[in-house]
């Protein structure tokens, strides 16, 4: 059930409410530094207020915000199996494994290639951008000066990848956000946002290729010693990808995310046992509180690469996911959303616009707050009902939201992942910003694609471009 309109308020008063809470979330989070949790129950506690002002009972209120993080219920069931299936994947080696293939891919003469296509791989692996750049794109920099390259181009091409990855790993929070929070299967937005995703990703290949030939190093030495480290760490191994077969091949069948999970869980933990015999005591720690390798092993920078996953490392964005469901409900339930739609409705007549709008609202959420979470939560929010109008698939709204909200916010010098990305690799926001190709041309993509309705689908499965072209021939 969708939360329910309490009362009725004029766009102007809609407008100004929403420019409040929005000035609250950004002055604590991006000048008092702020974690978003704090903000956004500030933010609540000031809409609360309003509704108490407006006459409203504190019950009623209640009563939407649970509503609201209802329609949101299915990611946060779903992070749970998530951190287990990560913490499993890395104790029974899949990731190590394919991260040290992986390395093996790095080319002195297409120096950028190397570093977009191999944080692409990883970051699938991982699950997340951030991880991913402050482990293997730290790395990636350091050895930007033994080959002689542009540190911003090579920024450009870790954030690229790294975001690649977090936009279309199973693994990652915000790809399983998006999907819940419109009401379709994980699985079906990934497949979906291939439409725009692989485009752009052998786009941002093509563009890197026009640098190649400018990197005239060959020290892979660093390469070397992290694939000394993952060895290592014991945990490489042929049959440890099993596990991602199970995963890929059960996503093709369109089998249930959940169910996918718990099988490729079980499918990493037998492997698991072949080559080491963690004890229940242990499992059970690992399966919590994330894999740790053995403090004796000296892994340098791949202990912080897979040191990972686990129930616990979820609570912190589940948290955000309730927090920013139940201001999204709220948000309703005083009228400010519908008020703030029904300013532009007349004009959201066709996809093209929806998607347009949906798009700018997660781009300047963005922009304005600097948090990709709420840019992903408040956008498909706020337009679940318009593309419903329009009679257009959810998948559409929940790929367009990951196009304009996930890979935009490392563009933003002061959102989380610009700030931290910039600190991590010792390169500022606007410098690698012209190289990070992969972000920005998801964006182009998703709003060229919906004004041209190619890859737009209606409820019943039909293109919405082959729909008018019948609609005008009868």
Not at 180 to 206: C, K, Q
Request: glycine share 10%; charged share 10%.
């Amino acid at each position: 059930m969708p939360p329910k309109i309490l009362t009725q308020i004029s766009p102007q008063l809609a407008f100004m409410i929403s420019a409040i809470v929005i000035a609250i979330m950004g002055v604590t989070m991006i000048g008092l530094g702020w974690v978003p949790h704090l903000s956004l129950i500030l933010a609540i506690c000031v809409l609360l207020a309003i509704g108490l002002f407006k006459g409203l009972s504190f019950d009623d209120m209640q009563a939407q915000m649970a509503s609201g993080v209802m329609r949101g219920i299915g990611a946060i069931y779903l992070f749970f199996f998530i951190g287990l299936m990560v913490a499993a994947l890395m104790m029974s080696g899949a990731i190590p494994t394919l991260m040290y293939f992986g390395f093996q891919l790095i080319s002195p003469e297409y120096y950028y290639i190397s570093a977009f296509v191999l944080t692409s791989i990883i970051g699938i692996a991982l699950g997340s951008s951030l991880t991913t750049a402050a482990t293997l794109g730290v790395a990636f920099i350091g050895m930007s000066n033994a080959f002689d390259a542009n540190v911003a181009i090579a920024a450009g091409a870790v954030v690229s990848g790294a975001f690649f990855g977090d936009k279309m790993s199973p693994l990652s929070d915000t790809c399983t956000i998006a999907s819940s929070v419109v009401g379709i299967d994980l699985f079906e937005h990934i497949r979906n946002m291939m439409y725009t995703t692989v485009p752009a990703w052998i786009l941002t290949v093509i563009l890197f290729w026009f640098f190649s030939g400018q990197t005239a190093g060959s020290d892979l030495s660093q390469v070397r010693v992290l694939q000394g480290q993952l060895i290592e760490s014991g945990l490489v191994h042929g049959y440890a990808v099993l596990p991602f077969v199970v995963l890929v091949g059960l996503a093709i069948f369109r089998v249930n995310a959940i169910y996918t999970i718990i099988c490729t869980i079980a499918a990493a933990l037998i492997i698991t046992y072949l080559h080491s015999s963690p004890s229940f005591g242990q499992l059970g720690g690992y399966l919590f509180a994330g894999y740790a390798p053995a403090e004796s092993l000296e892994l340098g920078e791949v202990g912080g690469m897979l040191s990972r996953g686990g129930v616990q490392s979820m609570f912190f964005t589940q948290a955000i996911v309730i927090l920013a469901l139940s201001l999204g409900g709220l948000l309703t339930a005083l009228g400010i959303l519908p008020a703030l739609l029904s300013g532009i409705k007349d004009n959201l007549t066709t996809a093209g616009r929806a998607i347009f709008a949906a798009a700018m609202s997660a781009l300047s959420i963005n922009v304005l707050i600097g948090e990709q979470y709420l840019s992903i939560l408040l956008s498909g929010t706020a337009f679940r009902p318009t593309f419903e109008r329009l009679n257009l698939h959810p998948k559409n709204l929940s790929r367009t939201i990951e196009d304009a909200g996930t890979v935009i916010n490392p563009l933003v010098p002061w959102s989380v992942c610009g700030v931290f990305i910039s600190q991590a690799l010792g390169v500022p926001v606007l410098e690698y910003l012209p190289y990070a190709f992969f972000c920005y041309l998801s964006l182009l993509l998703t709003i060229l694609f919906g004004f041209t309705g190619i890859t737009i689908t209606r409820k019943d499965g039909t293109n919405v471009r082959k729909h008018q072209k019948a609609q005008v021939a009868n």
